[in-house]
């Protein structure tokens, strides 16, 4: 004889009377089917509802939900949304979901729920039984026809087969590592000759300023083509350094027409078997405030982020672009968590992958004052793979965001309390990016965190940080929908700016 079939009840407790009846018929003597309750008054204190209810469902074979007018704002309802995204991963047909509706207020729910659900649970198009008057909320006590049909479902659940065996996972390839910051600034003399007194005392003030800001900078002398790169200077074959080339106005007017003109000099002092690794590496062409050549200064508003970089800055504010733009100093990548997705409802035309764009350049902005190569110094990811990509830049200062874009459809319409279910998320996100910090002997403080909030002010209301002890270190970055379009507050952008550039200033 097989194994019986747990069968779920999921319930409000207003309904318990009707709920025995029925079941007086359901389960019979031949123990073919075993009732299992699902009623929140049996968890004990201080456990998560939530995990036990999602336990409770994993091990059910079918869930008979009795759906009356208080059904959608009673906790019972998550045996429903757990068992949907079981069957979502099912691609249908497990659990078996059996709906009784107990009133016409149910019967408004279970078509909405049916609706929101994603359509791989294949919940849309299965039967329910009403057991109510009708136009009303008033359930009646099943009749001769009643107990009919529920001897038709005891039968037919009995004579279902054994669930399909879990779908086993798809071999994956381990997550890439994140790349690497920059190793060091190579500070060029001048190629063939010798800097002009002037630009050698900017040099010397941007190397100073690189210095108090902790960013290795090795000095070659004047003349390097020809002498080649100083002797142990093995960084200068790696494509991590960043070539800092200084420029007199004359040598500015030839690298305004010749941009390669400084890499080619680099091929020569390094020999050409060095080019691939030279076309990799970024080169910053400077022309110190206060020296003059028009063409090159027009190049340096028009060429964002090419290679070169042409640069007019003083050299204390070079230095602190250098530090921006590549990674040195006291924080690391940015990092967000998620995919952004555009929840079903919305009715804005935007793509995930613009507002994933626009989000992302408005933190590089504030982290680097330049949008850098994304593939470099920003990563998104999914929070499956969050421990891995945490894990391998926690000790670099990193800027790590997460977002409510996912918040589920319920939370969002009132189902359950919308604070409390985006409080959960982070203070899980948070879970586990502290058991990490502890394994590696690091703290919170090494890590900015930035909850960048999309909900109402209704929901969540305006507040330079989360609204929970619990979570208050996550700095909140809110974010407006205008129809189609993504946009950052602009007092919540100054705020988050002002503690992050502290943060980055802070040394541990």
């Not at 079981?86 to 019967?107: A, F, K, Q, T, Y």
């Not at 065996?165 to 190629?191: K, N, Y």
């Not at 091929?267 to 910053?284: D, F, S, T």
Request: with cysteine; proline share 9%; hydrophobic share 45%.
């Amino acid at each position: 004889m097989s194994d019986p079939k747990n069968v779920l009840l999921s319930y409000a407790g207003d309904s318990q009377a009707f709920v025995d009846a029925f079941c007086a018929q359901l389960f019979d003597i031949g123990g073919r089917l075993r009732r299992v309750e699902a009623r929140i008054d049996a968890i004990t204190p201080g456990m998560d509802i939530i995990a036990e209810i999602a336990q409770r469902v994993a091990s059910a074979d079918v869930i008979v939900s009795f759906i009356c007018e208080n059904y959608g704002r009673h906790p019972a309802a998550h045996d429903l949304r757990i068992a949907a995204q079981r069957r979502s991963r099912n691609c249908g047909g497990w659990p078996i979901v059996v709906p009784i509706i107990l009133g016409l207020d149910g019967l408004a729910w279970w078509e909405r729920f049916q609706q929101e659900v994603p359509e791989e649970a294949a919940l849309r198009n299965i039967a329910d039984k009403p057991f109510f008057r009708p136009g009303t909320n008033d359930w009646i006590l099943p009749d001769v026809d009643g107990i009919r049909a529920i001897h038709g479902l005891r039968d037919w659940l009995c004579t279902m087969g054994a669930p399909p065996p879990p779908p086993q996972p798809v071999p994956v390839a381990p997550p890439p590592s994140l790349p690497d910051a920059m190793a060091r600034i190579i500070l060029l003399g001048h190629p063939t000759h010798s800097l002009p007194e002037a630009i050698g005392r900017a040099v010397g003030q941007a190397a100073d300023a690189l210095a108090a800001a902790g960013v290795p900078v090795t000095a070659w002398p004047d003349g390097w083509e020809s002498a080649g790169a100083p002797a142990g200077d093995a960084v200068a074959a790696e494509a991590r350094a960043v070539f800092l080339q200084p420029l007199a106005a004359a040598d500015a007017a030839a690298s305004a027409k010749s941009p390669s003109r400084t890499a080619n000099y680099l091929a020569n002092a390094l020999g050409e078997a060095a080019r691939p690794r030279i076309g990799a590496a970024p080169i910053v062409l400077w022309l110190p405030e206060g020296e003059q050549q028009l063409e090159f200064a027009l190049g340096a508003g028009q060429r964002g982020g090419d290679n070169p970089a042409f640069r007019t800055d003083a050299a204390p504010a070079l230095a602190d672009w250098l530090c921006r733009r590549f990674g040195f100093g006291r924080h690391g990548p940015v990092m967000a968590c998620e995919e952004i997705e555009i929840s079903p409802l919305t009715s804005g035309r935007l793509r995930p992958a613009d507002a994933r764009r626009q989000i992302v350049e408005e933190l590089d902005e504030m982290v680097y004052g330049v949008p850098p190569p994304e593939d470099r110094l920003s990563v998104w990811f999914t929070a499956s793979r969050f421990e891995h990509y945490f894990r391998s830049v926690a000790d670099k200062r990193p800027v790590l965001m997460a977002h409510d874009l996912k918040m589920p459809i319920p939370a969002m319409q009132g189902g359950v309390n919308p604070v409390h279910q985006l409080i959960g998320k982070f203070r899980t996100l948070q879970t586990k990016a502290d058991q990490i910090l502890r394994e590696m002997k690091l703290t919170p403080d090494d890590v900015f965190w930035i909850a960048c909030i999309t909900a109402e002010t209704t929901v969540v209301p305006p507040s330079v940080r989360l609204p929970n002890p619990s979570v208050d270190r996550w700095h909140m970055l809110r974010v407006e929908r205008h129809d189609a379009d993504f946009a950052v507050e602009e007092n919540s952008r100054q705020m988050v700016s002002d503690r992050l550039q502290s943060w980055m200033g802070s040394r541990t």
